[in-house]
Each structure stands twice: as C-alpha cells, then as structure tokens.
C-alpha cells in the first residue's frame, strides 16, 4: 500500500508539492499523485519533472490535459477520474492540494 497519495487541482501548488516529493525520496516513503484542473499545468515545471520518476504513479487527468495542452504529450500517465479513485483506495493518506 502506498503512503501518500497527493491529489493535485491547483496550478499554485508547486512550492508544496516540490518539497513534499523531495521528502519522500529522502525518506523512502511511497507516493503517487493524481493531477487535474488547473493542476495539470504544473507538469511544464522541470524540478517537479525530476521527481516524478519516484512516484509510485504519475497520473494526469485527460481531460484536464486536453482542455489546457491540446494533443501535446503528456509527461505523466493520462488517466481518469476512475484512476484518481482507484489511487486512493490503495493509500494510507491523501493529501489534497
């Protein structure tokens, strides 16, 4: 199960989740994040890039993705709703931010 689960919707969070991450790696603590809303436009930010290779799952909304890239690549997995409730279940903690 992992410890972590970082529910991402707001494009202002990065000054948390930057840290956060940092710290799971440090610690060796589980984490995988689901992205969406506005949420998804901190996957253009490089230092959060690095760290998502860490992540158990790297997960962005689709639709989200869609509506603010249009056919760009994503650099996470594209999912949807379904894999942000699926993620949850298999967390200890939610942090949503």
Do not use: D, Y
Request: proline share 4%.
């Amino acid at each position: 199960m992992t410890e972590l689960f970082f529910l991402v919707s707001s494009a202002k969070t990065g000054a948390v989740l930057e840290p956060l991450a940092s710290a799971c790696k440090r610690n060796g603590t589980s984490w995988c994040c689901f992205i969406t809303g506005e949420g998804v436009k901190q996957l253009k930010n490089p230092e959060l890039l690095k760290l998502l290779p860490n992540a158990e799952r790297a997960i962005a909304c689709e639709h989200s993705w869609h509506e603010f890239f249009g056919s760009s690549e994503c650099p996470a997995e594209l999912g949807s709703q379904t894999s942000n409730s699926e993620m949850m279940t298999e967390t200890k903690r939610v942090i949503s931010l």
